[in-house]
């Protein structure tokens, strides 16, 4: 199976910190791979090496078919991102939001009005086009962002903590949207400290420390840890990493 990324032995280190530790994992095309760990675990640094924001000091990996050291202005071409913020301009329209991601994502002038339509009529909002992004609701301007980070049809997405702030039915209507992105082959990589989320995705990573303590479906992780739910896969994890410190 074709691979959106592949990472071996991924490090960085800060000075005498290791922020990630000798991380390896693929994932595959059209896969929802879901990043899960605590403030501190070292999610975001290694997320910042994926997008080709940061060098690693040592391993090697490729993120949507680019090499992470020698590629990386072409990784941030090929991926599409949705930060927790939703980086959208409040003040323009929500046309002229998608206009102006076209243009920076590269997308052909004469495929932008077609797209934007398409685009509207898949999430149900034709008759917003003109409204202010500061007037939409939380949900909508969760929404709208998703589908500004997919617009140009990257390989890969990366979502950090998208639903943060929204209502639980919200949620759910959101993660419609990133199975509909993964059945046309894009693959969805999601931060999120919703536990109930973690259920939703084909795979799952945990970082503890730097390093990626579990990795597997959730049913197996469940069966593996021999717990009803991923919340509690989490916290078995967290004791066992208190008690091998203490222990130290």
Request: net charge neutral.
């Amino acid at each position: 199976m074709k691979k959106a990324i592949e990472v071996e032995n991924l490090t960085k280190r800060f000075g005498s910190f290791t922020a990630v530790n000798a991380i390896s994992f693929d994932v595959a095309q059209g896969e929802i791979f879901g990043f899960l760990g605590a403030n501190g675990a070292g999610k975001t640094t290694a997320m910042r090496m994926l997008c080709g924001l940061s060098r690693p000091t040592s391993g090697k990996g490729a993120v949507a078919g680019f090499d992470m050291i020698r590629q990386p202005e072409e990784i941030k071409r090929h991926i599409g991102y949705m930060s927790q913020r939703f980086s959208l301009y409040e003040d323009l329209a929500v046309w002229e939001n998608i206009r102006l991601f076209a243009g920076i994502y590269g997308v052909p002038e004469k495929e932008i009005a077609p797209r934007t339509d398409g685009m509207l009529a898949r999430i149900g909002f034709e008759s917003g086009r003109n409204t202010r992004v500061k007037e939409l609701p939380l949900g909508w301007k969760q929404k709208l962002s998703f589908a500004v980070a997919i617009f140009h049809e990257p390989k890969i997405v990366f979502l950090d903590e998208p639903t943060g702030g929204v209502d639980p039915l919200t949620r759910r209507r959101f993660w419609e949207m990133i199975y509909d992105a993964a059945d046309r082959g894009i693959s969805v990589f999601v931060t999120t400290h919703y536990m109930d989320e973690a259920e939703y995705c084909n795979r799952v990573s945990i970082m503890v420390d730097g390093r990626i303590d579990a990795l597997d479906t959730p049913k197996n992780l469940k069966q593996q840890f021999g717990v009803r739910s991923m919340d509690e896969v989490f916290h078995r994890l967290a004791r066992e990493n208190a008690l091998t410190s203490n222990a130290n």
